[in-house]
């Protein structure tokens, strides 16, 4: 505590003479500017050192630490030059940095009480949406860490949590933050390993045999060129085929998951465009290389069209295979943004929660996990979506297409509604944003189930060691 007072006394101190030295421009009074800023450096070298321990590069302190360090040396070419043109801009902007450093000064007792990981991106997530300012002492964050411990003897980073009691109100122990879905949960879930096969875009036709999914036009695998019926055609074929295109079409990288490498190619006057590049089959394979996939655009439901009509929007449906039945999770819908040809949340676009008896929440999640009530480039009133076309056909359609995927027990498609209403599968993913899964629908991943997956997980994690252990004394 008595480190984070004289911590927070550098930076008032400092912030003090930065207005005096702004004022000080004005006037021109150069000399009392430089003993003044002197003063202002000698001030960050000692917040520097004073957080050494969590001053790592590439973390978000480390990312405000650097900022901060190359606005100061900026500064301190001007004094040297006596070049003072551009110093009230960088005075403005070391005061705004200041600023922020006091907040996490403020909370760092906080953060260490609560075992905030201050590294990760998740942070600089909650941290930008003031999540961690509102942290409440009636908070139990003490409950979600010994729920935590029981499995795995460790506590967790509790950001997930944070974040959520922000939203709702309240948080839930059984919530899943993405470290230890991906560390802990998924890999004593399903084999990995076997993941490469399953995201191959350019088998998903064969592999999932559902008349339900975009009409291919094309594929690439290893170089080798394919009709859609899978059959090996010439390049020369291959391009015929290409040229008797006469819509848009949708190009897809084949190994890519979760909306990256996927873009519209734009059919106009009789030939094809990809932002605004000429797209013939040349640029195509300097673009996508040797395996990727093009397909029809689908035609979908004006429900989903109704936030952003020029991406196809989808549902985020997830399934587990548990006790000898495929269980269905949990939904959230995905919006594309700014006019861009993909729905992804990561890329811009909004999820929007989808409750069990598949209505829309009256609310998007960001990229962050900020709120948002209105689409950001349409202006759509998320509130009047209304319900899902079809959801029960819908989670009936992914526990069916979940049968035929042996190696994985736990699955999340990408499905897009068509005109009619009908499902239609476009990708299948085995990570994905967990933490935004939750967050988006006001549930945990795992439900009721949850206990049961972790005991499973934990045993299995033991499991391992006692076998290493076990090899070592042979």
């Known amino acids: 505590m008595a480190n984070n007072a004289l911590e927070k006394d550098i930076l008032e101190q400092s912030i003090v003479l930065l207005k005096k030295i702004y004022n000080d421009l004005n006037n021109e009074y150069y000399e009392e500017i430089e003993k003044y800023y002197h003063s202002v450096h000698r001030g960050i070298k000692s917040f520097k050192k004073s957080n050494a321990n969590i001053n790592k590069p590439e973390t978000p302190f480390g990312t405000k630490i650097a900022v901060v360090e190359q606005k100061d040396k900026e500064i301190l070419n001007i004094i040297e030059n006596q070049n003072w043109s551009a110093a009230p801009k960088l005075i403005n902007q070391l005061y705004i940095q200041f600023t922020d450093l006091i907040q996490f000064v403020d909370h760092k007792d906080l953060y260490i009480k609560y075992k905030v990981n201050t590294f990760s991106k998740y942070f600089e997530y909650f941290d930008e949406l003031g999540y961690y300012h509102n942290i409440r002492e ?20 509790p950001s997930l949590h944070i974040a959520y009691a922000n939203v709702y109100g309240d948080t839930n122990p059984r919530l899943i933050h993405q470290y230890e879905f991906n560390e802990l949960v998924l890999p004593e879930l399903t084999p990995l390993y076997f993941n490469g096969f399953y995201s191959d875009k350019n088998v998903y036709d064969l592999l999932i045999t559902s008349e339900h999914h975009p009409e291919n036009v094309l594929k690439r695998v290893n170089g080798q060129y394919f009709n859609e019926e899978s059959n090996t055609i010439s390049r020369e074929e291959a391009l015929h085929l290409y040229n008797l295109t006469k819509e848009d079409i949708i190009a897809k990288k084949s190994y890519a998951n979760d909306g990256h490498s996927v873009d519209k190619l734009k059919y106009i006057d009789n030939v094809f465009y990809h932002n605004n590049n000429l797209a013939n089959l040349n640029y195509l394979e300097e673009h996508w290389g040797e395996d990727f996939i093009l397909q029809k655009v689908i035609k979908q439901h004006d429900i989903m069209a109704a936030p952003h009509k020029d991406s196809v929007n989808t549902l985020r ?14 939904t959230y819908a995905r919006f594309g943004s700014d006019g861009s040809a993909k729905d992804n949340g990561g890329e811009g676009g909004i999820c929007v929660g989808v409750s069990p008896e598949g209505y829309f929440k009256s609310f998007g999640i960001g990229h962050k996990g900020q ?12 509130s009047n979506l209304g319900k899902v076309p079809n959801f029960d056909k819908c989670v009936a359609f992914v526990k069916q297409l979940h049968d035929r995927i042996l190696h994985h027990n736990y699955v999340s498609w990408d499905i897009a509604i068509g005109k009619k209403g009908e499902p239609i599968f476009i990708e299948m993913n085995f990570r994905g944003p967990v933490w935004k899964y939750q967050l988006a629908n006001e549930q945990s991943l795992f439900g009721d189930l949850t206990e ?16 290493s252990t076990s090899v070592k004394d042979d």
């Open 452 to 467: 049961e997956v972790l005991e499973h997980a934990a045993r299995k994690i033991q499991n391992k060691k006692n076998n």
């Open 317 to 330: 449906m997830v399934t587990l295979r548990w006790g000898d039945k495929i269980h269905y999770l949990l």
């Open 371 to 382: 709120v948002i009530y209105t689409h950001p480039s349409t202006g759509y009133d998320f």
């Open 138 to 157: 009636n908070l139990d964050i003490k409950k979600v860490q010994k729920y935590w411990r029981k499995y795995f003897y460790k506590n967790i980073d």
